[in-house]
């Protein structure tokens, strides 16, 4: 098994002791309580790498911190016969970003990442974009939006 090092402030000495404890008492590891404590903070997401690129602006990947909702890249979840393609992302602060691109990623056409405060705001800003379709799933955003899952991490 790998190993990690934490280093631990004078201060958090206490908070230290208290997990090492917490973790016998549970017949655990502090290492599986920082584990599950990362998990928690971190609860399902992941980083994500999006490529961008605009009229006049060098091409450049963008990543942040989230879970995507809808994945450009899954056929599933796309209307096949439109050339753009969308992904709806939650990011880890709750904003909701959208990534609009070409289906073929064509260098000539731009690909852009939005992002907004709320799903309405982005309904709002996107209602008569033509890279969405007429029929785009707004109402599952705002499911997978609301019904974040919680992660438990068990050390078993």
Do not use: C
């Amino acid at each position: 098994m790998p190993n990690k090092t934490l280093s631990v402030r004078e201060d958090d000495l206490p908070l230290w002791e208290r997990a090492e404890r917490a973790a016998r008492e549970a017949r655990t590891t502090v290492s599986a309580l920082v584990a599950s404590a990362l998990a928690s903070y971190l609860q399902d997401t992941d980083i994500i790498a999006v490529l961008v690129y605009e009229a006049f602006r060098r091409p450049m990947q963008v990543r942040f911190e989230g879970r995507w909702l809808i994945d450009s890249s899954s056929d599933l979840d796309q209307d096949t016969e439109s050339i753009w393609r969308v992904g709806v992302a939650e990011t880890k602060r709750g904003r909701i970003a959208i990534y609009l691109h070409h289906r073929d990623y064509d260098p000539g056409v731009s690909a852009t990442l939005l992002d907004f405060d709320s799903i309405e705001d982005a309904r709002r800003a996107l209602q008569d974009d033509v890279r969405l379709p007429d029929d785009f799933p707004w109402e599952r955003i705002t499911a997978g939006h609301a019904d974040r899952l919680a992660v438990e991490w068990r050390d078993i």
